[in-house]
């Protein structure tokens, strides 16, 4: 048994001792308005001879019975009020109360908050994220109210992630009024011979309006704040349209469809060709010449499957081939589809140039709601020499015709994997530097690592915790200085590719003069909407992860927010599937075991070596692993990890079993085709249930099966 394990039995043990100590002793007897009647002028006797010495004992009684949430407290308050007078009776009061709730706050969070954050850990960051925002209001409306009962809301918000000062004072300030009302009544107490008529229904509904003060307060700053930043510009009598999109990617398209589908009247501007990135530049051509890639790099295995022979890779046509793909799939993101559906389409820079305007070319275009969905450029960094050497990003790299000799590759994420991998396998001499420890850094250092084996074994020189010094480009070629474990050193090459992260377009759409940046940042709510709440935004460009999966399910909920104000639905973030595209693939969902060490969740780790997986010798393909986390003791699903040929296509079964709370036993139980990848899936459920089938179950079902042999 750990410390801290200890010294929580320890505490919950004293806890219980003193609250069964407390009913043993007759302890609830004395605390009768009959009992305080019969001694309260020997009371009164022994604190007039022994004044400070009662007030001493008296606030000791007092934060002992609110601390342990015993029965009783209103008494102990209508006595301080008998003993004390009205002030120094409130005075005393209100301090013991509050320090007693606090005992009893920071009591719950040390003996069970850590447990309920692993059980429930979703609800809590749902709960914390809200108390972060009104976490006061609602304490005071709870603390204020005497419906509620004071030792539960002690317990409950123990749990919580309130800090400890700002639920002692909220707490001292709510419960001031209640205080006031039963110590006065305490003055009285010779003549009060029940509870009932204290608290009048009259002075409940008092209590109800001023709990509800906080609240509707803030709910009014809120709509002044808002009127304050929306009094420059003038709101038009009537609107065009129902909602305008700027910008046509994934976000965008998904936005504008949903919106159509509505029977709003919606308008599309996009600059350039509409399916944004993950058409043009992105998730579409990058996977057509992995496949490409993928192809060469199995006939130079071919071998392996039995086969022989050779094959060229003309590599201008892989590029056309990744133009023909791109122009099969791009009806589905056409002007001539969105048209049909409804949306007006309009190819043009968009301004926003005031809350309910969006100008294009030479129209202006009122609107009751817009939808900013803009996306991510690539992030540049700012290295001496760079610009000299023409740099290919993942937006201009689909204009080479030459395959390059020497591909130099700047950032090892997603990206920067997936294409130094692809340009290995075509032919390329390929060079991949970055900073961090390892490739992947959100990623497990076991799953990074067999990441990085693939890419060695493919050819792919990789080079993790470089600092980039110099480039240079003259009439001799390009060259690179940098430094890799203190010592510098000097790499050729003939093409750069930076793949150094995405960020936000921000810049030239009226976001700045609308105020909706905050240093250079775009701000929003959980529901996806800005600073003005008419306006929103979605994709690449609002983030946390710019995946084209993620994008659609922003424009969704945008969409929706945008064209009513019912319900405002919030974007869930806590379950994105992540896929790296490289041989063999990386797909992850949930926590990691990095990010469950450092959120100090205790978990069990299960993991599956796909070398016998029978598909996977099929396909020759048996390498990787399955590794999912859950918590302890428990076969609720935390997170899971893969590294397999198929992993992405076998993150689905986890993403639904997640969403949907289904353990693994539950995946155990479900039959999965044969031969196929997804077996992996049952078969590591299945290692989780050997490991947790307890030692005398199967003991007991040895005996059992010996008996009945005889």
């Not at 639905?569 to 450092?598: C, H, M, Q, W, Y």
């Amino acid at each position: 048994m750990s410390k801290h394990s200890f010294l929580r039995l320890a505490l919950a043990f004293t806890l219980l001792a003193l609250i069964a100590g407390f009913f043993a002793w007759g302890g609830s007897a004395w605390l009768s308005l009959e009992r305080i009647h019969q001694h309260l002028a020997s009371w009164r006797a022994l604190l007039d001879a022994h004044y400070f010495s009662g007030v001493l004992v008296y606030f000791t009684l007092y934060v002992l019975a609110t601390a342990l949430s015993l029965p009783g407290a209103t008494l102990l308050t209508l006595l301080g009020g008998a003993l004390f007078g009205l002030v120094a009776g409130t005075v005393i009061i209100s301090l013991a109360s509050t320090l007693g709730a606090t005992l009893a706050f920071l009591s719950a969070r040390y003996l069970l908050r850590a447990s309920i954050e692993r059980r429930f850990s979703k609800a809590m960051q749902t709960v914390n994220a809200g108390l972060a925002q009104e976490g006061r209001s609602y304490l005071f409306g709870l603390r204020l109210v005497p419906l509620f009962p004071f030792f539960v809301v002690n317990l409950v918000m123990g749990l919580t992630r309130m800090r400890v000062s700002t639920y002692a004072w909220v707490s001292q300030l709510a419960m001031l009024p209640a205080t006031l009302v039963y110590v006065n009544a305490g003055q009285q107490l010779g003549s009060l011979h029940s509870l009932s008529g204290i608290v009048s229904p009259l002075m409940l509904l008092s209590f109800v309006l001023l709990a509800a003060l906080p609240l509707s307060s803030s709910i009014l700053l809120r709509r002044w704040r808002l009127r304050t930043r929306l009094a420059p510009w003038r709101k038009p009598a009537s609107f065009d349209i129902n909602l305008v999109v700027i910008g046509g990617g994934a976000a965008g398209l998904v936005a504008s469809y949903i919106a159509a589908k509505a029977g709003a009247r919606v308008a599309l501007i996009e600059a350039k060709a509409l399916g944004g990135d993950c058409l043009n530049t992105g998730c579409v051509p990058s996977k057509a010449l992995i496949r490409s890639a993928k192809l060469a790099h199995e006939a130079r295995h071919a071998a392996d499957y039995g086969l022989s022979g050779n094959l060229h890779v003309p590599f201008r046509d892989v590029m056309a081939r990744v133009k023909r793909i791109i122009a099969r799939i791009e009806p589905h993101d056409s002007a001539a589809r969105y048209t049909a559906l409804g949306v007006e389409c309009i190819s043009g820079h968009a301004r926003i140039i005031s809350p309910w305007q969006v100008k294009v070319g030479e129209r202006t275009l009122s609107t009751r709601a817009i939808i900013i969905a803009t996306g991510a450029q690539p992030a540049i960094p700012a290295i001496d020499g760079l610009a000299d050497c023409a740099p290919l990003t993942s937006d201009t790299l689909w204009s080479l015709t030459d395959l390059p000799e020497h591909l130099l590759v700047i950032g090892g994420g997603a990206i920067g994997c997936e294409l130094s991998q692809a340009f290995a396998r075509l032919g390329s001499k390929v060079t991949l530097l970055e900073a961090g420890t390892q490739l992947l850094p959100r990623d497990d250092n076991d799953a990074a690592l067999a990441i990085q084996a693939a890419l060695r074994a493919d050819g792919v020189n990789v080079v993790c915790q470089a600092s980039l010094l110099h480039f240079s480009c003259d009439a001799e070629g390009k060259m690179l200085r940098y430094s890799h474990q203190g010592q510098e050193q000097q790499l050729s090459f003939d093409q750069v590719l930076l793949a150094t992260g995405r960020k936000p377009r921000l810049s030239g759409f009226g976001l700045e003069e609308l105020g909706l940046l905050d240093e250079g940042k775009l701000t929003l709510d959980t529901a996806l909407a800005t600073r003005i709440p008419h306006i929103f935004a979605c994709g690449d460009v609002a983030g946390p992860y710019q995946f084209t999966h993620m994008a659609a399910q922003q424009g969704w909920i945008a969409a929706v927010n945008a064209l009513q104000g019912l319900r405002r639905f919030k974007a869930d973030t806590s379950l994105v599937p992540v896929s790296v595209f490289t041989s063999p693939e990386l797909a992850r969902i949930g926590l990691t075991e990095n990010e469950a060490l450092a959120q100090g969740i205790a978990y069990e780790t299960t993991r599956l070596d796909l070398a016998e997986l029978d598909r996977a010798i099929a396909d020759e393909a048996n390498h990787g692993f399955i590794k999912v986390l859950t918590a302890k003791g428990s076969d609720r699903i935390l997170g899971v990890s893969i590294v397999a040929e198929r992993g992405a296509d076998m993150l689905a079964e986890w993403t639904l079993a997640m969403k949907h709370n289904l353990g693994l036993k539950k995946v155990l139980a479900t039959i999965h085709a044969y031969p196929t990848w997804m077996e992996g899936n049952k078969a590591v459920a299945g290692l989780w249930q050997q490991d947790h089938t307890p030692a005398w179950a199967l003991g007991l079902a040895r005996r059992f099966l010996q008996r009945a042999r005889k």
